[in-house]
Structures are given as C-alpha cells and as structure tokens.
C-alpha cells in the first residue's frame, strides 16, 4: 500500500511538469504494469479480481492528488530558485532507474534495438516540436464556453490522459506543444473561483483524460501481452531519451551550479535506489 501511494504521489507531481513522465515514475516504483492490468481490470466483463483494481486505483490516484497539492508549492520554490539543480534531480531520478528497469520490468526479456530507436525517435520529435516558454500565452484569457471548446476539450484531455500513463512521454510537454498547456493549468488555478467558465471546460477535459487513460492502459496491456518485449525495449528508448532531453543547455554553468547539479543528479540516484529496495 505504501509504494502504490508513493507511486501515486511520484504521478502527481510528475505530471505537472513538462518534460517528466508520470509513467516513467511508475515505472521506476514498479507499478507500470500493475496500473495498465488494473485499470483494463476494471473494465472487463469477468474479473475476480475487480475489487483489488479498484482499491490498487484508489490508493495511486490518491497518491497522486497528495502529490499535486501537496508538493506544488515545493516544486514552485525549487523552481524558482534551484531550477537547473531540480531538473538535475529529475535527470538523476529517470537515468539511475534505467538498471531497475532492465532488472526489474525487462527481466529475461531481450532487448529488441528497432523499437527502441523508436523509442528515442518519439521523445527526440517531441522535444523538436516543443516551443518552450512563450511568455505570450504564460496567462490566456479563458474563451467563451462553446460546444466547439466544449469538444476540443475533450480530444485535448483523451491525448493529454493517454499520455500521462506512458513512461518517458511528458503530458504536460505533448499539452505544451498542442498549445493548451498553459491555459488548463490557468483553469487549474482558478478552478475555487467556482466560475462556469472555468469549471464547464475542465469537466469536459476531466472527461477527455479519463477516456485518454482507459484508452492508453487498454493498448499498452494488450501490447505487454502480446508484444512484451518488443513493448518494453520501445519504453526502454521513451526512457533513455527523457533523461537525455531534460539537460538544460540554454544556461551558463559555473563551478556552484555544477557541483550542486551533481549532488542533486546523485540524490534522484539515492532515491531511485530506496525504491528499489522497497520494490
């Protein structure tokens, strides 16, 4: 119970942040299967084991809701001031996960190299297409609720929700790129104003997410079945990649910031290897 909630609060804050994949967290806590079994689960016509996906669920999404409110103020304040350091804490996070994930997920299964290039190839067109910080749509006004937003909000909650779950794909970064990023967090923001334009939008995209992870879990089940190492060395590329393009490269290092990025790139190392220990 206690790793599916630290996995679900690891999800939480994960998704939040462009460029961090909540299903490289889960990942990384072992739970990646686990989640995409139970929410399929959930859902089929026979199931024996229906109540323990729904009580597995619960305990991850409430993780997650800890991590999204608990943490958001101390993710701001790293951010704001140690923001090279906590992207090397995150790099640290996903790169020393990678023999957890070859020891743990991929045991015994071999390496397949052309879904991995795959893999890599997803994140690299990902990152290509990321127009980063656009300080004109930083605070979007929100539009006139209309049936077209109304249905926009949706397909734009199904690609955000599919891609929450799959690891090393960041649904903050693909929301980024689809230029809808800022304005859900916007919505987030203003969602205790009890406004209907505020709150008619986000339940429409709380219906699209829901779709979009019943949809991602239900594929990647069905291909962790049939195609599993293929399936686990194309995640294998997604995660290789995430660690590679979170480097921030538009900055000036000097000799505080490298040594304090090391130590927090071997801190995420520390961490990674206290869950192992509870995996």
């Known amino acids: 119970m206690i790793k599916n909630l630290i996995g679900g609060i690891a999800v939480g804050i994960a998704n939040v942040i462009p460029g961090v994949s909540g299903g490289t967290m889960m990942v990384i806590l072992g739970i990646f299967n686990r989640m995409m079994e139970a929410i399929s689960g959930v859902f089929k016509r026979e199931n024996d084991h229906r109540m323990d996906d729904i009580f597995f669920l619960l305990q991850v999404l409430i993780g ?51 879904p991995l290039i795959g893999g890599l190839a997803v994140i690299f067109a990902l990152e290509f297409l990321n127009p980063g910080e656009n300080e004109a749509n930083v605070n979007p006004a929100f539009p006139t609720v209309t049936i077209l937003l109304c249905v926009k909000m949706i397909l734009v909650g199904m690609i955000g929700g599919a891609t929450m779950l799959m690891p090393g794909v960041s649904g903050s970064m693909v929301l980024l790129i689809l230029g809808d990023y800022y304005l859900f967090k916007s919505y987030l923001a ?30 990647c089940d069905f291909f962790l079945k049939r195609w599993k190492a293929g399936f686990l060395s194309f995640i294998l590329g997604l995660i290789i990649a995430s660690s590679l393009v979170l480097i921030p490269i538009h900055t000036t290092y000097n000799v505080f910031i490298i040594m304090t990025s090391i130590l927090a790139f071997l801190f995420g190392g520390v961490i990674v290897l206290g869950l192992g220990k509870l995996q």
């Open 64 to 114: 997650a809701a800890i991590g999204l409110v608990g943490f958001a103020k101390i993710l701001e304040f790293l951010f704001n001031h140690y923001p090279i350091q906590t992207m090397y804490w995150f790099i640290g996070l996903i790169a020393l996960s990678i023999p957890l994930f070859l020891r743990g997920e991929m045991d015994g299964e071999k390496i397949k190299w052309l």
């Open 190 to 219: 203003h969602v205790t104003s009890f406004r209907l334009e505020v709150l008619i939008p986000l339940a429409f995209m709380g219906i699209g997410i829901g779709l979009g992870i019943i949809l991602s879990a239900k594929v």
